[in-house]
């Protein structure tokens, strides 16, 4: 079985993540921690603990609630895209399952050093919870498998700016840290998820159409974002950055292009709070003219191109 950790701002597309991997057999999902992001914090860890009971996994996947707040900025949530409740205002009741006591950040290091060079992250919500484990224990970026990030852009046309993707933009300062951490990592970002990550509308009507519990919990909880897609972005389906990233690190065989790249993030700019600059490389000759221009080593694959299509059979 494959290890997993799911690190979540749970709403909207987040759950369908957590849907892909708890209802894989093959993964063996050994916790999913919550950091602050799409809607308020305590509404994130219900919502967690509900997908987990709505794909039939009630008590068997830990959910550990992490850190209530960026950084150094203000909090920023997206309720305006997922609904108050972040499931399209469904409201549904408590799920039996409750929080574990233990913090997110110690969670995720445990789990981690535990088990060294298996246990593959997932982190899609903003870095706040991952940036912590690295400043409390650094070796977790070696002993981890691989991380995988939904966060950033690799064309500077963001979602929450026109610099930023949300997660970045909502704590750069744990984003910085991330990438810099030293993992082996893939960064999954906001400009592959407006392309691969897209389920047309006919695609939502053939899930609807299956009438099972979960995709009817599918269709519910996509309704805010799917009507948002439509009227803001004039996109004819959902968009899923989430998800999409989930399905890549479940299956490599969905990475149709990727390149080590060195990657960054901004966190002095104003209006480029939270920008991921992404390159090739320094080119030598650029380097010469310029010593500030060092050669640089990538420190991360970033998605170039996914199969769209093996991700909806997947969904
Ligand atoms: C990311 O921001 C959140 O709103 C989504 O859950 C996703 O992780 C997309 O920018
Ligand atoms: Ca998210």
């Known amino acids: 079985a494959m290890r997993l950790l799911i690190d979540t701002d749970t709403a ?7 849907l892909l991997a708890l209802r894989n057999p093959k993964v063996q999902l ?17 919502n967690a603990l509900y997908t987990v009971e709505a794909a039939g996994r009630s008590g068997e996947v830990p959910v550990y609630p992490g850190a209530r707040l960026p950084m150094m900025r203000k909090p920023l949530d997206a309720a305006y895209v997922f609904g108050k409740d972040g499931m399209s205002d469904a409201n549904y009741p408590p799920a039996k399952q409750r929080p574990e006591t233990r913090h997110a950040v110690d969670a995720i290091i445990d789990t981690v050093m535990a088990h060294p060079g298996e246990v593959t992250i997932i982190a899609q919500a903003p870095l706040t919870n991952l940036a912590l484990a690295v400043m409390k224990e650094p070796a977790i970026a070696q002993a981890a498998k691989h991380l995988w990030i939904m966060g950033g852009t690799d064309n500077a046309v963001g979602n929450v700016t026109s610099a930023a993707e949300f997660n970045f933009y909502v704590d750069p ?38 009438d099972t519990p979960v995709s009817r919990f599918f269709t519910r909880v996509n309704r805010d974002s799917l009507a948002f897609s439509r009227d803001r972005q004039r996109i004819d389906g959902s968009i899923h950055p989430d998800a999409l990233t989930c399905a890549c690190a479940l299956d490599e065989s969905l990475v149709l292009e990727a390149e080590d790249c060195v990657v960054d993030v901004e966190t002095a700019g104003t209006l480029t709070r939270g ?5 090739s ?9 310029d010593p500030d221009l060092a050669p640089q080593v990538p420190n991360m694959r970033v998605i170039k191109r996914a199969d769209r299509d093996g991700f909806v059979r997947m969904m």
Request: net charge negative; proline share 1%.
């Open 12 to 18: 909207g597309d987040d759950a369908f993540s957590l």
């Open 30 to 46: 050994d916790a999913i921690t919550i950091c602050h992001g799409n809607v308020t914090f305590d509404q994130c860890v219900e």
């Open 173 to 210: 300062e744990a984003a910085k840290i991330v990438v810099n951490a030293g993992f082996k990592a893939s960064l999954l970002t906001w400009t592959r998820s407006m392309v691969e990550g897209v389920i047309t509308s006919a695609e939502l009507d053939a899930i609807a159409a299956l």
């Open 275 to 279: 920008y991921s600059s992404v390159s």
């Open 281 to 289: 490389a320094i080119l030598p000759d650029a380097a010469d003219a």
